[in-house]
């Protein structure tokens, strides 16, 4: 099984904001992202006013800080104009410092990609791009309810190589009655179009989805444990040989193509989530403040519009909750967590006999004596593994 190596010496998580576009359109049967589907324009310029007020408060809560990243998620941001997209980049540069060339990531489906509104993000500002593409032959596009077939993702992959700095897009595997040798041809194609970055998710059965009632209803199967256990590490081999290790459990990259922002997420720094339905995590002092909004668009819109923002939950974490999250973020990556910094905000040493107990049967290692990971079988039962720790 292939080992895990350091991605660097640089674990600062940084300051990253992350804004929503709630839009999509139409729903995957898989997803249970806050995402809606209107059948009527969207008021963009209404909704660009609404995120600079939002915006407003996020600072007031933060107070001064630097952008390290930011994300553009959804929903489908490529349904935005790349007018409204520039007025969103121009209110975060007036909240809050944001260096030339910091990472800016922008999410895209190949059905909404057309050339002239690529070139239009990128003159926005956006030098990244996340495409959703999901699958590589028609017939899964398909069952997983995507509106592109696979020359739309092609396409899509050829000009955004053409127009970015960096790119990305995404895979779902695990599908029904998939191979290893389907998965291993799909994947080794992916990457001959890879640039330096790609997400690799295992269909996960989310409740609320037409896909959970199907699965409940015996009308969907999924690959069992020990197949999906197979295709991850058929997956680790792949990327691996073709230079772009996992970092995190489902993201692979050359060495410093990581994508920042998820960096800050899983590193457990601070970000400003604005827009409905998102998250944030802010510090204030010794204190960590976790935000949310409402998540259905307009009455997120008018929330803001009445009150100055759409938060509907602000939460301080105790340093026990601070703990617990560091640990579910931190093990996801490969570079593990500072065992200093969780020990200062739980206030205790990670219990011996659970610690020896996962080493001895592979699952967590130590690095020196500042940090702690999983090992590559580790993660096939990160959450067991998590769990345990956490106790």
């Given amino acids: 099984m292939a080992s895990f190596s350091s991605i660097g010496d640089n674990t600062d998580p940084g300051f990253g904001v992350y804004v929503h576009w709630p839009f999509c359109a139409a729903k995957c049967p898989y997803c249970d992202f806050n995402s809606h589907v209107r059948h009527q324009p969207v008021d963009q310029p209404r909704f660009v006013s609404a995120f600079l007020t939002e915006m407003a408060e996020a600072r007031r809560l933060s107070g001064p800080r630097t952008v390290t990243s930011v994300f553009l998620g959804g929903g489908t941001p490529s349904l935005m104009d790349p007018t409204t997209v520039e007025a969103v980049l121009n209110g975060i540069a007036n909240f809050w410092h944001m260096p030339d060339g910091i990472e800016i990531t922008m999410e895209a489906n190949p059905s909404s990609v057309e050339a002239t509104r690529f070139r239009g993000y990128r003159a926005a500002g956006v030098n990244r791009v996340s495409l959703g593409v999901q699958a590589l032959?028609?017939?899964?596009?398909?069952?997983?309810?995507?509106?592109?077939?696979?020359?739309?993702?092609?396409?899509?992959?050829?000009?955004?190589?053409?127009?970015?700095?960096?790119?990305?897009?995404?895979?779902?595997?695990?599908?029904?009655?998939?191979?290893?040798?389907?998965?291993?041809?799909?994947?080794?194609?992916?990457?001959?179009?890879?640039?330096?970055?790609?997400?690799?998710?295992?269909?996960?059965?989310?409740?609320?989805?037409?896909?959970?009632?199907?699965?409940?209803?015996?009308?969907?199967?999924?690959?069992?444990?020990?197949?999906?256990?197979?295709?991850?590490?058929?997956?680790?081999?792949?990327?691996?040989?073709?230079?772009?290790?996992?970092?995190?459990?489902?993201?692979?990259?050359?060495?410093?193509?990581?994508?920042?922002?998820?960096?800050?997420?899983?590193?457990?720094?601070?970000?400003?989530?604005?827009?409905?339905?998102?998250?944030?995590?802010l510090t204030m002092g010794r204190d960590k403040l976790a935000t949310a909004t409402e998540r259905k668009p307009e009455d997120w819109l008018q929330l803001v519009e009445t009150q100055g923002h759409g938060m509907i939950d602000q939460e301080v974490l105790g340093y026990d909750e601070q703990a617990d999250e560091l640990l579910l973020m931190g093990l996801r990556l490969k570079e593990g967590i500072d065992l200093v910094r969780w020990q200062s905000l739980s206030g205790r040493e990670p219990d011996p006999d659970r610690e020896q107990f996962l080493i001895e049967h592979g699952f967590i290692e130590r690095i020196g004596n500042s940090r702690l990971r999983c090992t590559p079988s580790g993660m096939l039962i990160l959450d067991a593994v998590v769990a345990d720790l956490a106790c």
């Fill in 137 to 281: 032959n028609d017939r899964d596009l398909k069952f997983l309810g995507r509106l592109h077939n696979v020359e739309d993702a092609l396409k899509a992959i050829g000009l955004a190589r053409d127009i970015f700095p960096r790119m990305s897009f995404d895979l779902i595997y695990a599908r029904p009655n998939q191979t290893v040798e389907e998965w291993e041809r799909e994947l080794n194609q992916a990457v001959s179009y890879a640039v330096d970055h790609l997400s690799l998710y295992q269909l996960t059965i989310e409740e609320g989805t037409p896909f959970y009632g199907l699965h409940k209803a015996g009308k969907l199967i999924v690959p069992d444990g020990e197949h999906s256990a197979v295709l991850y590490e058929a997956t680790q081999a792949i990327t691996e040989g073709f230079g772009m290790p996992a970092y995190e459990v489902s993201n692979h990259a050359a060495p410093g193509a990581e994508s920042r922002h998820n960096l800050t997420y899983w590193r457990y720094g601070d970000y400003a989530g604005i827009g409905p339905g998102a998250h944030g995590r």
